[in-house]
C-alpha cells in the first residue's frame, strides 16, 4: 500500500472588484442570468455564463421542476446551449454565481458534481482547460484554473 496526496491549488479574490474587469463583466451575465432562474421550491438561484473563444458569451440559469430530476443546473444549461449553438467553439471562463432566496449567501458556491462531469467533458473535448470563477450573492470569489483542481480523479470516456 501506498498513500497519494493529492493537492489543488485555487485563487482567492476579495470580492467581486478585485477581479480583472473582463472577468467582473462575465461575473455581472452570471449574475443577470442568477436573478432570472426558475427555482420556487430550493429558493436556491444558480447562474452562470461562459465565455467562448469567439467572444460569444452564452449564459444560463437553473431551471427547477416539481419533478426534482427532471430539472437543470445553470451550468450544464449553459455549457449545453453552448455545445449547441456554438459547437466547434472552445468554453474558455466560465462564471458562477448562487443565492439563497432564504439566507444571505456570502461564500463561494463551487459546480456540483454533476456540473463538474459535464464541465470535465469540454475540458477534455476541446483538450484545453476551462478558467471557473465562482462565488455566492456576495463576497470571496474563487477561481480554479482548470476543472481537474475541483475533480482530480476524472471519470472520463478513455476507460470505456
Not at 455545445?83 to 463551487?110: E, H, W, Y
Amino acid at each position: 500500500m501506498r498513500e497519494v496526496k493529492i493537492e489543488t491549488t485555487l485563487e482567492v479574490y476579495e470580492d467581486i472588484s478585485e477581479l480583472p474587469k473582463a472577468i467582473q463583466k462575465l461575473m455581472g451575465s452570471a449574475i443577470d442570468a442568477r436573478n432570472n432562474a426558475y427555482a420556487p421550491y430550493s429558493k436556491f438561484n444558480v447562474g452562470a455564463a461562459i465565455l467562448l473563444d469567439n467572444g460569444e458569451v452564452v449564459i444560463g440559469n437553473n431551471q427547477e421542476n416539481a419533478c426534482f430530476p427532471s430539472g437543470l443546473c445553470a451550468e450544464r444549461t449553459a455549457i449545453y446551449y453552448a455545445g449547441a449553438r456554438f459547437p466547434n467553439a472552445n468554453i474558455l471562463k466560465l462564471a458562477i454565481t448562487a443565492s439563497s432566496q432564504n439566507q444571505v449567501t456570502d461564500k463561494p458556491i463551487p459546480p456540483c458534481g454533476a456540473c463538474r462531469q459535464s464541465i470535465a467533458e469540454y475540458e477534455i473535448k476541446q483538450d484545453q482547460p476551462i478558467e471557473i470563477y465562482f462565488m455566492g450573492a456576495k463576497g470571496k470569489v474563487v477561481k480554479s484554473s482548470s476543472l481537474a483542481n475541483l475533480l482530480p480523479l476524472l471519470f472520463e470516456s478513455s476507460v470505456l
